[in-house]
């Protein structure tokens, strides 16, 4: 995990923007992968990750709620 930390500022982002892929599975793993670097997400500034990491998710759950009515 360590070895990880250096580079999370680059991936965090690349990982955000890929919750909107149009392939579930993409979605699936990345947020699966979002949740194992959780804690360094809190643990920086909140406008920096967790906020552009939690209006993204929400717009997901939105878009999938809409797709369902």
């Known amino acids: 995990m360590t070895g990880m930390i250096p580079h999370l500022s680059e991936l965090i982002p690349y990982l955000i ?19 194992r670097y959780s804690h360094w997400v809190v643990s920086q500034p909140h406008d920096n990750y967790l906020k552009p990491l ?6 997901s759950l939105m878009k999938f709620r809409a797709v369902k009515q």
């Open 54 to 59: 939690m209006t993204e998710v929400c717009d």
């Open 17 to 35: 923007n890929s919750l909107s892929d149009k392939k579930a599975l993409v979605r699936a793993i990345t947020c699966w992968t979002l949740s």
